[in-house]
């Protein structure tokens, strides 16, 4: 697809095999946005160079020059590089006193270890209750779902993403529309396993009689859980007495976690996103941040407390099996990462979806963008950071339309859907970064490639050793037919359940899916929901995928979906629990029905 020097593509083809030509007002205004003028042909040049280098090769190189590795370590070349230099993030500095280079040195593939197959859950975290739950699923309900699966054969529990909102009484239900995603939710957190709660403390048995009184509706309330924790943790933090354990983790988070406790602290203060803030506030550098962190010293300590609280619960919860976390595709413009990364973000801009004939309007996800050339010039440290962050303590990670890797549909400030078009990335790279932040974290790697998709993609992301994510619902083969490089399901937290399909209660399923469901299954549509979810999955696990998963949602036969696409206020999106708490999940006869079914694939 041609483009311009900024990536702006000339047009796209729609889903119906239509061209768009990209409009010269549209293509104006993303290079305005992307801090150029309307009418300059490219985009200005890096100051630091970033030169990517495929781990084992020796390079030549135009002139001497000296090499800090990222440990720093020290080493000379004169014409070639070494050839045994160690994956990682080093820096090789010219002497003839040229601009340093970020010399990045990536494997081929992914990790994807030889021999992979398992099975495992797909769970909305905050939906998975137990009864010691504060109205919301938390890490030490991921660590029990994680023990019993692990018992019953299973290798891995995905999970949504677990990213941070922005703090105040008004919490954001998606977890795909994060303050940040390099940080995490303190709703998550178990307070009964915070340092220094005890239950013989009134103000805290309080909390977790009222905590626990919120299980009886199944609604989540984000907002009355936050004003139940909150206080809680507050009250825990003015007894903490210090642990090296959290100086030791501050001391790592350095000044990305120190610049997010600042955010946070400050948005206790101010209302709406950062770009309402006063000014003095709008900079993560400026003095007015400063002296803001200077007068609120213990608060700033106090939101990295949570982040060390959170870290420490969630390896907990990865010490009883393999997690697939999962990584949102953006984050609000509003927020921790679009503050502290405001110089590489395109503003105004959103991200979404041309019109198509699911979506007369197309879609605008209302997610800031970064900048293509911007993002180089950094180093590419905004994404090296967020994918390690999601990568902590998971065995897989999902990352959420991996076509972004490649492209994303741009729509202008003042523009709608129709007006958009797509801007190309350097997918090469980014796959790269990907690669070597895998292979570090010895982590598999699922791209989810639904929806249209260009050939060239999926090739790509087969050859790097990403799994592809593969769906009955989608699939005209069965699922024997499915490819093994894949992680595969019947459905996902976007799409109808096996039950909404079965009891047409779900008004906006395809009409075709309760036939696939019988081919699938061979049942009769007089079966019982249970029944349909116990066959689907039977043969669902006849597939030679390396991961199988199912959702807990299909296992206890719900029949609304997690989200509906398109919709915000008119349905609980993001806050429905399941019908049962974790202790009779597990006793369940179709959830162990399931899991039998997973345990014998390839049997």
Known sequence: MARDAWGIEDGYWDIAGQWHDTPEPTRRALRVAMGGLADVADPPPASRPVWFVRHGTAPMIERPADLVLEDGTALRATSELPPDLPLGYHDLLPNDGGPTTRLIVTPDRCHLPDGLRTWGWSAQLYATRSRSSWGIGDLADLATLGRWTADRGGGVVGINPLHAATPGPRQEPSPYFPSSRRFRSPLYLRIEDVPGFTADDDTLSVAQLAGRKLNEQREIDRDAVYGLKLPALELLWSRFAGDPRFDAFAARGGSALRQFGAFCAIAEEHEGGWHDWPSEYRRPDSAGVARFVAGHHDRVRFHSWLQWLLDAQLANA??????????????DPGGADSWLWQDVVAHGVRVGAPPDSFNADGQDWGLPPFVPWKLRAVGYEPVVQTLRAALEHCGALRIDHVMGLFRLFWIPADGSPADGTYVRFPDSELLDIVALESTRAGAVIVGEDLGTVEDEVRDQLAERGVLSYRLVWFEEEGPRDFPAQALAAVTTHDLPTIAGVWRHSDAQADADLED????????????????????????????????????????????????????????????????????????????????????????
């Open 318 to 331: 990865g010490t009883e099996i393999s997690l697939l976390g999962d990584l949102a595709i953006g984050f």
């Open 516 to 603: 696939r469901l019988v081919a699938l299954t061979g049942l009769p549509t007089s079966a019982s929901p249970g029944q349909v979810v116990v066959a689907a999955h039977q043969r669902l696990a006849e597939a030679p995928s390396v991961i199988v998963m199912a959702t807990l949602d299909d296992a206890l036969c719900v029949e609304e979906r997690p989200n509906l696409p398109g919709t915000t206020t008119e349905r609980p999106n993001w806050s429905l629990a399941l019908p049962e708490p974790l202790e009779a999940l597990t006793q369940d006869p179709v959830v162990l029905e399931v899991a039998d079914a997973f345990r014998g694939r390839g049997d």
